[in-house]
């Protein structure tokens, strides 16, 4: 396995520091001096891994101030690329997951379009069901590119959140994603899984997410409306 660039290794650490709440929504970073001699790496190295912490919502750099930490604990922001594992556990819930499936298949059209790859690619597909405190809260199938996860079936019960094993297992770092949302009624398999009535509204969730190398994976995502909501920050006008 590919040996972690400094940079990402900064940017994990102090990733899971503010995520456990070592560094308090509202305190400031330690000082770029002080980053510098904690991890024993350069200058450069600590702004490349604040860039980025910045660009995904965590950190906010105030000019003659310092690096502020900015509050993660509400609900999924889309201006930073979040799961709904992450999300749902800074909402105090228990998240856990109720059977997961990961094979490795040929990418169908609409998945290779979005990966940027030829039809008929492999791509792992992972299927599971998320619980928040035990109650099944959403359907999430994954498409991810098969040549920069290997052995990705063997991974399968080893974790909850996807994005964290990813950065934490094959050093995967995902920059920028889109996504398209919409309302969807609940047909029958949705609602014997998430245990709500047939017709119950869910939300739809379309994402392409997008590494150094370009778009690395495509998802559909199934919750159940009342569940969870989204929050997005507008500013201006163009």
Same mark, same amino acid.
């Given at each position: 396995?590919? %040996? !972690?660039?400094?940079? &990402? +290794?900064?940017?994990f ?6 995520? /456990?709440?070592?560094?308090?929504? #509202?305190?400031l ?13 350069? %200058? !450069?190295?600590v702004? &490349? +891994? ?9 950190? /906010?750099?105030?000019?003659?101030? #310092? ?42 059209r609409?998945?290779a379009d ?14 599971r ?7 099944p809260?959403a ?16 991974r ?36 014997q899984?998430?245990r709500i ?29 009342d569940k ?9 006008r163009?």
């Amino acid at each position: 396995m590919a %040996r !972690t660039p400094a940079y &990402k +290794a900064v940017y994990f650490s102090i990733k899971r520091a503010i995520q /456990d709440g070592s560094y308090k929504a #509202g305190s400031l970073l330690p000082s770029e001096p002080e980053l510098e001699k904690q991890f024993n790496v350069s %200058r !450069t190295t600590v702004r &490349k +891994a604040i860039s980025l912490l910045t660009t995904e919502g965590y950190l /906010d750099v105030k000019q003659g101030r #310092g690096t502020l930490v900015l509050d993660i604990t509400t609900t999924q922001r889309l201006n930073s690329i979040t799961s709904i594992t992450e999300t749902l556990m800074r909402r105090g819930y228990e998240v856990t997951t109720q059977g997961i499936s990961i094979e490795q298949v040929a990418a169908p059209r609409n998945v290779a379009d979005a990966l940027e790859i030829p039809e008929g690619t492999p791509v792992y597909m992972v299927q599971r069901v998320q619980c928040a405190d035990g109650v099944p809260i959403a359907i999430i199938k994954n498409y991810l590119r098969a040549s920069q996860v290997p052995n990705l079936q063997k991974r399968a019960g080893s974790f909850v959140g996807l994005y964290n094993m990813l950065e934490q297992e094959y050093n995967i770092t995902l920059l920028h994603a889109t996504e398209q949302i919409c309302a969807i009624s609940a047909d029958f398999i949705e609602a014997q899984i998430l245990r709500i009535p047939i017709g119950s509204p869910l939300l739809m969730v379309r994402r392409t997410a997008c590494t150094e190398q370009g778009p690395f994976e495509y998802a559909f995502i199934k919750l159940v409306a009342d569940k969870y909501e989204y929050s997005v920050r507008l500013e201006g006008r163009s």
